[in-house]
């Protein structure tokens, strides 16, 4: 080894060599352990060499970077611990302290008073370990337990949705974490979206009115309600018909400039079963040319009336954008709900693989849901392709229509009494009403389907705001966002619950190994208290 004093020439207070004792037995452990120098700074004067300093340090390096070593660090205790090297080293070597031990020597050297500096650290210390300990929170090692833990976070769950569908967000601070809690607030300004929607791009192609069917010059044929389409600057294009009476209209346009149905996209795992897909910003013009072909190819025998299947067949092609708006906003409120219930899931349960368990068990009950909402939306669109109403609202509208066009056929008739009242000559009010039987019948068919559809419109969006996004969705007995619920969690097998809750191995050890850690600390205060 040349072991020997540093004044006998090449003798060396320290070796690499290692001086090893094996005890065999049957009983012995497999454990080796190795006594290596302790850390030095000074060299001794014929006793140790700056070699030495660097020698030793190098060996003890050596052992700790060996992961399967055990780190004994050795600290007197009448020493600042803060000063001790020997602890920075294992702490480089061994980041997560999991194979280290403080060993603290020579307690009988300890000066009066200095224990109080150790008192500190041992509290300190615990406080620590205690924060760490709760921050993995209840031990969840049985069934019961890990029904316990899901219940209290379903309470939570539920107790926050309640506050979030009667927007009251100053309920819980939750809703100061992210927009994307405040559901009530989201589910309303949708559903504002898609009756400006309907309303705004839901026809084919603009109704009109008149004291012609001329639709060529200017706005003059638009009535004070259908020129808010022209308010709004769309300048893209309607749906195109596919049917040959539609799509051979003069005003028909190519529909090169589309615009979304869908306001709320984001990457989920839902992209299969919801609605994606664009329309024309606004309808077409060319609506009587279009009815009078229409009519043209399907009279009768009739006098002054039409085929009562006429009105259906216009209909449904002039609500065929319906779908897709419809369709489109339920999409949303759907993707809207999805997101709510992973952001919340987020806010109360921080491990992530917990709340990925836990969403992967409640899917295929969400997508039940989300799906009854999809089809109470197709259910709505089959009963509205069929046109009927006994609201008195429609004959008003269709009276209010036979006024604007006789308003229409007196313009520049008007003239002003002495009282500045505005009269027409009797006379007046029977020129230019000679129109022709097919033009009287296109007139009132048009008159129809305006009168009708200011009146369905209304309740088209009501019912799917209510019946399919509301009912299945929100506010509904068995909505989506109640499916995270007390009686959810109390139907889960043993299995689900340790699949959901059951902790997993590393979370296991640490919790064993903090729970030993604070039991050994509180010793040591106690210990501490007596001394």
Avoid at 359 to 386: F, G, P
Avoid at 436 to 447: G, M, R, W
Avoid at 498 to 511: F, H, L, P, Q
Wanted: charge should be negative; aromatic fraction near 8%.
């Amino acid at each position: 080894m040349g072991i020997g004093n540093a004044t006998a020439g090449a003798k060396k207070s320290f070796s690499d060599d290692v001086l090893k004792i094996e005890v065999i037995g049957p009983d012995q452990q497999h454990l080796g352990v190795v006594d290596v120098p302790g850390i030095f700074r000074k060299i001794t004067e014929g006793v140790t060499t700056q070699s030495d300093i660097a020698s030793v340090r190098a060996m003890v390096e050596r052992y700790m970077a060996n992961p399967r070593s055990i780190i004994m660090a050795v600290v007197p205790a009448n020493v600042d611990i803060a000063t001790q090297e020997i602890l920075e080293m294992a702490k480089v070597h061994d980041p997560a302290e999991q194979r280290t031990l403080g060993v603290l020597t020579k307690p009988d050297l300890v000066d009066k008073g200095a224990e109080y500096n150790v008192r500190t650290d041992v509290m300190q210390n615990l406080k620590a370990s205690e924060k760490k300990l709760n921050a993995l929170g209840p031990s969840r090692e049985t069934w019961e337990q890990q029904q316990k833990y899901l219940l209290k976070l379903a309470d939570r769950f539920q107790s926050i949705t309640a506050n979030a569908l009667e927007a009251r967000y100053a309920g819980d601070d939750a809703f100061e974490s992210t927009s994307r809690l405040r559901l009530a607030t989201a589910v309303v300004t949708r559903n504002e979206l898609f009756s400006n929607d309907v309303w705004r791009r839901g026809l084919t192609m603009k109704f009109v009115y008149g004291k012609s069917s001329d639709e060529h010059a200017g706005n003059d044929g638009i009535s004070v309600e259908d020129q808010d389409f022209e308010d709004q600057n769309y300048e893209h294009q309607s749906l195109s018909d596919s049917d040959e009476a539609a799509s051979s209209s003069n005003n028909s346009q190519s529909g090169d400039d589309m615009v979304p149905t869908r306001y709320h996209i984001v990457d989920d795992d839902l992209d299969d079963m919801l609605y994606n897909e664009n329309i024309p910003a606004s309808p077409d013009k060319g609506i009587m040319k279009w009815m009078e072909k229409v009519y043209n190819s399907s009279r009768g025998y009739e006098m002054g009336t039409f085929d009562v299947s006429l009105v259906p067949f216009m209909w449904k092609k002039q609500t065929l954008k319906w779908e897709d708006l419809a369709f489109g906003y339920t999409s949303d409120i759907v993707s809207t709900v999805h997101t709510y219930i992973r952001e919340l899931l987020k806010e109360i349960c921080e491990e992530d693989r917990v709340r990925s368990a836990l969403l992967s068990v409640m899917m295929d009950q969400l997508i039940e849901r989300y799906k009854r909402a999809m089809d109470q939306t197709h259910s709505i669109l089959e009963v509205e392709h069929n046109p009927m109403t006994y609201n008195h609202y429609f004959a008003q509208n269709l009276e209010k229509c036979h006024q604007e066009r006789t308003k229409a056929l007196i313009e520049g008739k008007t003239f002003h009494d002495g009282d500045n009242r505005e009269l027409v000559e009797v006379s007046a009010l029977f020129q230019n009403m000679n129109i022709s039987n097919l033009q009287s019948t296109v007139q009132h068919l048009h008159d129809i389907l305006k009168s009708y559809y200011k009146v369905s419109r209304k309740r088209f969006v009501d019912n799917v705001c209510m019946q399919a996004a509301d009912r299945h969705l929100t506010r509904g007995p068995d909505t989506a966002v109640k499916v995270f619920s007390p009686s959810f969690v109390s139907g889960l097998t043993p299995e689900q619950l340790e699949r959901i809750a059951g902790e997993d191995v590393s979370t296991k050890k640490k919790r064993v190994e903090l729970t030993r850690h604070v039991e050994n600390l509180k010793k040591a205060r106690n210990l501490l208290v007596v001394v």
